[in-house]
């Protein structure tokens, strides 16, 4: 099985910038789709960012001040967030999946962190 620990989180301000890291117990190389997805109290989670071999999808509402990237040494994926708004106040999470990204998007991911907190203020 594979564990995914998140770190990063915190408290900011508006306008600020916080990097999240997803520190992965295997190679990412054997991990086809990483992903971080956030979840607001009363809200659906949602997906932030997702990496899938070169290619990478954002959610409509943190293109442009968001990305994902990953260090395959480090076994580690980023999430770079800059431009904070209180509306990204959330818990991000991390997830993982070894399987084809085909199977991702019918079965939801098979890996997932503890998630971290992420406040902004203004």
């Known amino acids: 099985q594979v564990q995914l620990v998140e770190s990063g989180g915190g408290l900011v301000q508006t306008g600020g910038s916080l990097r999240l890291s997803c520190a992965a117990s295997v190679s990412i190389f054997n991990l086809n789709t990483m992903g971080w997805f956030r979840q607001a109290p009363g809200k659906q989670r949602e997906l932030v960012a997702a990496?899938?071999?070169?290619?990478?999808n954002y959610g409509d509402s943190v293109k442009g001040r968001f990305t994902i990237s990953r260090d395959n040494a480090k076994n580690t994926v980023y999430l770079q967030m800059n431009s904070l708004k209180p509306e990204d106040t959330a818990v991000y999470y991390c997830?993982?999946?070894?399987?084809?990204?085909?199977?991702?998007?019918?079965?939801?991911?098979?890996?997932w962190g503890q998630g971290t907190q992420v406040t902004v203020s203004s």
């Open positions: 997830a993982a999946d070894s399987r084809d990204p085909i199977t991702t998007m019918l079965m939801g991911y098979e890996f």
């Open positions: 990496i899938t071999g070169g290619s990478i």
